[in-house]
């Protein structure tokens, strides 16, 4: 149940996406949800319109600066409907929490501190998946001429071993997390719900399952280990 003051922060990605209202009324709709109900104060609303790219994405971003200052001023707290919607970035996120100012994301309101960094800390990740596969499918496709979708022998090795690579970043990632809940006495299917509860998505994007837990921490096993 929601209580005191509240400035609502929308973020759309873009010019069409700002003009369509794209995205726009579902954002409105999750914060509206988180505040249905308590004795709780809106004192504004701010509508961003931008890409999120860039190193300093916070000087890219007046309007959330504007928030900021309002929630300052009024010790109020910034509510956002999804997390993503702030940055896919660890830096950036770090940065906003060390403004001083208290922030809730509507999809993630028992977030505290330390699992939003953790949810930044994959979403970034992910986000550089992503660029990595496209750029390489590209190149690929590049090197192959017309023969787009050839798998010879040579090829495969190549891939096999790009994604052994791949799970193992993506294991290493997650290696201070699961120190972490091992630290609690968590077991491995607990470590499983808390994953999944606080949005820490699997290499693929998905809901994490018990075999998939055991597949990491295999991977990760030297380094939790030694």
């Not at 971003?61 to 993503?84: E, F, S, V, Y």
Request: a positive charge.
């Amino acid at each position: 149940m929601a209580n005191g003051k509240f400035v609502a922060y929308y973020r759309v990605s873009t010019q069409k996406q700002g003009q369509s209202g794209l995205g726009l009324e579902a954002q409105q709709a999750s914060v509206a949800a988180y505040l249905n109900g308590g004795a709780w104060q809106l004192i504004n609303e701010f509508v961003e319109v931008e890409t999120g790219k860039g190193a300093n994405a916070l000087d890219k971003r007046p309007k959330l600066r504007a928030a900021l200052d309002i929630c300052r001023k009024q010790g109020a707290t910034l509510l956002i409907a999804k997390l993503d919607r702030l940055a896919r970035n660890v830096h950036f996120v770090s940065g906003l929490l060390e403004t001083g100012c208290d922030f809730v994301a509507a999809d993630m309101p028992q977030a505290n501190k330390v699992m939003i960094q953790m949810h930044a800390v994959m979403s970034e990740w992910e986000r550089d998946q992503i660029s990595f596969r496209t750029k390489a499918a590209l190149a690929a496709a590049k090197a192959r001429g017309v023969k787009l979708g050839f798998a010879g022998s040579s090829n495969l090795e190549r891939n096999i071993e790009e994604r052994r690579t791949a799970a193992n970043t993506f294991a290493a990632k997650l290696a201070g997390v699961i120190q972490g809940f091992r630290a609690t006495g968590l077991s491995q299917r607990a470590m499983v719900a808390q994953l999944n509860q606080i949005g820490i998505r699997t290499a693929k994007g998905g809901e994490w399952s018990l075999i998939q837990l055991q597949r990491v921490l295999e991977r990760i096993k030297p380094c939790i280990e030694k």
